[in-house]
């Protein structure tokens, strides 16, 4: 894991770097040299003060493609408990959640009933998705705008709804072939039938699966995975994400921030960096 180096350690390394230049510099000129250094530090540096490493920023900086979770991630909120409370029963999927959580249901059975808890149809679902449009987290849009401006690929790689996140995509520029999540399946008059296990994420590990396919089948050398929870941290896998981008704008995870290759709290720290 190509994990986050101290400010003294990148501090010391981008002096060494700069050292030649230095050495004879005097007056003025030299003071500005050494603010313009200590800008680009800050400039990639998170909330908390941790630097990338020097791999970890030429991965981001060189990679083919970027996968992003969508709930607390390119969005602010949670999609399938925001669509619990919609239908009356948040609490019962927020029950479920936990349970599964704790290791308590396998996940295909946990979404499975979280599905059935929520009595979703297709009109409810439609009715959903036309009064609540994505609420995205700051400085998100302009991160993909950036990433599709230097010729990267965008995916969105989730566990919440196909048809909830389609919006999102469409609103960021994003293909739905890029689009890896789970699909609601209705019955003909439009009740409730169950999901499609055939999807990556309908199953444990199944991000690192996701980025595994697109890496293989898209022959990306390197793919950056970026969100703000443990399963997003599993795309870590040979064959799979090279780095893992931990982000805490909306819910800050302790596992996250310590196991993720380099954590931060804005995009715009994203954004700097390319």
């Known amino acids: 894991m190509l994990r986050a180096a101290s400010y003294e350690s990148l501090s010391g390394s981008l002096a060494k770097s700069e050292t030649s230049t230095r050495r004879n510099t005097r007056g003025k000129g030299g003071q500005s040299r050494r603010k313009e ?41 949670e999609g399938i408990d925001e669509l619990g409370v919609y239908v009356g029963a948040g609490e019962k999927v927020a029950r479920i959640t936990k349970e599964a959580m704790e290791g308590g249901l396998p996940f295909g059975e ?28 700051p400085g998100i849009k302009e991160l993909i705008a950036k990433l599709h401006a230097q010729g990267k690929d965008v995916h969105l790689i989730s566990g919440g ?22 699909t609601i399946v209705f019955n ?3 009740s409730l039938k169950g999901f499609d296990d055939k999807e990556f994420t309908s199953r444990a590990g199944g991000k690192a699966d996701a980025v595994k396919f697109i890496k293989s089948t898209k022959g990306y050398k390197h793919v950056v995975m970026i969100g703000d929870g443990a399963t997003d941290l599993e795309a870590r896998v040979s064959g799979g994400a090279d780095i893992v981008i931990g982000y805490g ?20 720290t994203l954004v700097n960096a390319l």
Request: net charge negative; proline share 4%; charged share 30%.
């Open 37 to 77: 250094s200590r800008g680009k530090m800050r400039a990639v540096s998170s909330s908390s003060g941790a630097f990338p490493t020097e791999q970890v920023l030429e991965v981001w900086r060189t990679s083919d493609a970027v996968a992003f979770d969508v709930d607390s991630t390119v969005c602010i909120d």
């Open 110 to 137: 946990a979404l499975q009933r979280r599905l059935e808890a929520m009595a979703i149809s297709r009109e409810l679902l439609e009715s959903y998705v036309k009064e609540h449009p994505p609420k995205f987290s």
């Open 161 to 182: 709804f196909r048809q909830m996140i389609a919006p999102v995509a469409t609103e960021l520029g994003i293909p739905s072939e890029n689009v890896h999540a789970n």
């Open 188 to 190: 003909e008059d439009g």
């Open 249 to 268: 704008g909306a819910q800050r995870r302790e596992k996250v921030v310590a196991e993720s290759d380099w954590f931060v709290t804005e995009f715009d």
